[in-house]
């Protein structure tokens, strides 16, 4: 009987959700372990799960791994769990684009919306408008870069006929769009994106996963 894996988190932060989502999708036993942000992420016994200090990470009683950076976290548990490839492919080059759009998540989704979040949100002074206006510019072109390949692909999913854990992956930083990028229209500019996210939004596990406690959204 698997055990379940425990997920740190500190909230409805993106990447601890998409972890989240994919345990969910896997139908795997897991717990959410809250962690106080920013004073136990960057103290013991925490830091000895994550030297980055930051969230999530997960440590699996099953086989004594324990994992930070959402990505890897992702490519652990489909290649330790995914045994009936629900979630992934192993033919090529379907496994290698899936990988593809994953490393494009972690690299040249989350940082932009991550950094756009920080200045509307955190930084100590007023923002000032060209800084975020890069990383709004930045959130369009991405958007459009998936929107694009989309129309494209023709098939609904990232790669193949199917949603893989590269779509889910997208899901939770794209779920911050109304609230960072105001008016935007993006289901007039993006509708194939716009029809594949709420696609996505519409899985029983993703649903599930998003009406936790540990992810409501607050604003």
């Given amino acids: 009987m698997v055990q379940p894996i425990a997920l740190y988190t500190h909230g409805p932060?993106?990447?601890?959700?998409?972890?989240?989502?994919?345990?969910?999708?896997?139908?795997?036993?897991?717990?959410?372990?809250?962690?106080?942000?920013?004073?136990?992420?960057?103290?013991?016994?925490?830091?000895?799960?994550?030297?980055?200090?930051?969230?999530?990470?997960?440590?699996?009683?099953?086989?004594?791994?324990?994992?930070?950076?959402?990505?890897?976290?992702?490519?652990?548990?489909?290649?330790?769990?995914?045994?009936?490839?629900?979630?992934?492919?192993?033919?090529?080059?379907?496994?290698?684009?899936?990988?593809?759009?994953?490393?494009?998540?972690?690299?040249?989704?989350?940082p932009y919306f991550g950094q756009l979040s920080w200045f509307m949100n955190f930084h100590p002074e007023v923002c000032i408008n060209h800084s975020a206006d890069r990383y709004r510019n930045e959130i369009k072109r991405v958007t459009k870069v998936v929107d694009a390949h989309l129309k494209k692909h023709g098939k609904g999913a990232l790669v193949g006929g199917k949603v893989t854990y590269a779509d889910l992956a997208f899901l939770p930083w794209f779920r911050l769009v109304p609230f960072l990028m105001g008016d935007w229209d993006f289901k007039s500019e993006c509708p194939n994106f716009a029809e594949w996210f709420q696609s996505l939004l519409d899985r029983e596990a993703v649903k599930k996963t998003l009406a936790m406690d540990e992810f409501q959204m607050k604003r």
Wanted: aromatic fraction near 10%; proline fraction near 9%; glycine fraction near 6%.
């Fill in 13 to 110: 932060t993106p990447n601890p959700v998409k972890v989240a989502i994919v345990l969910e999708e896997l139908g795997l036993p897991w717990e959410a372990k809250h962690i106080e942000f920013p004073t136990e992420n960057k103290s013991e016994p925490y830091i000895s799960v994550n030297p980055n200090g930051r969230v999530p990470s997960i440590e699996d009683p099953n086989t004594g791994v324990n994992l930070f950076e959402s990505g890897a976290i992702i490519e652990y548990l489909i290649d330790t769990y995914d045994k009936e490839h629900k979630l992934s492919y192993t033919t090529s080059p379907e496994k290698y684009l899936t990988q593809a759009w994953l490393h494009f998540q972690v690299s040249g989704q989350g």
